[in-house]
Antibody, heavy 124, light 108 residues
């Protein structure tokens, strides 16, 4: 069964750090594009970061320079290291797999497998 | 950034009703548009990608249409499990994805 399971969330003070994990089963993380998406309490969805199969990474402007996405191929696990956390980073963090389909002129991308999420609360 | 605007923000309907949710992009995104369903406390679930392609396992009462800047998600006959929040998402500017603010579908 294809599955993603996040862990590592918790309560942290502003300026603190946290590392979230996302363990995959049923597919290989390193062969796929993997994404972090977050959802602030009562709010909508916000794309945070992506790591491509070649290891290239991208970030939203809101987390650039503070968050680092990575993976451990031996553990088939995705991570996000979150530093200099702010109150505004409080959210449920989801990892997701990016699916692709052939399109013209470019591929279609969509998030086809999601974890259940882990909650990060930044508060003093 | 491409802004996505959904309407309405909330909607009340009854089981068996036909409902339509609209999503508008701030610029043309061709058909690079996805729809997700989210139940309270749960992760989003992919319903439709490429504006109109039904994800495997999604009931055929869900359909999507549109191109350019205007898109719709239609549920032909509401079932009890369909009362949820729906989000559109553009993938035209991948990986700088943006989502709509969501449409909450409630039971009348």
């Amino acid at each position: 069964e294809v599955q993603l399971v996040e862990s590592g969330g918790g309560l942290v003070q502003p300026g603190g750090s946290l590392r979230l994990s996302c363990a995959a089963s049923g597919f290989t993380v390193s062969s796929n594009y993997m994404i972090w998406v977050r959802q602030a309490p009562g709010k909508g969805l916000e794309w945070v970061s992506i790591i491509y199969s070649d290891g290239t990474t991208k970030y939203s402007d809101s987390v650039k320079g503070r968050f680092t996405i990575s993976r451990d191929n031996s553990k088939n696990t995705l991570y996000v290291q979150m530093n200099s956390l702010r109150v505004g980073d409080t959210a449920v963090y989801y990892c997701a797999r990016e699916g692709t389909a052939v399109g013209a002129p470019k591929y279609y991308y969509y998030m086809d497998v999601w974890g259940k999420g882990t909650t990060v609360t930044v508060s003093s | 950034d491409i802004q996505m605007t959904q309407s309405p923000s909330s909607l009340s309907a009854s089981v068996g009703d036909r409902v339509t949710i609209t999503c508008r992009a701030s610029q043309s995104i061709s058909n690079y548009l996805n729809w997700y369903q989210q139940n309270p406390g749960k992760a989003p679930k992919l319903l439709i990608y490429a504006a109109s392609t039904l994800q495997s396992g999604v009931p055929s009462r869900f359909s999507g249409s549109g191109s350019g800047t205007d898109f719709t998600l239609t549920i032909s006959s509401l079932q009890p499990e369909d009362f949820a929040t729906y989000y559109c998402q553009q993938s035209y500017s991948a990986p700088l994805y943006t989502f709509g603010q969501g449409t909450k579908l409630e039971i009348k």
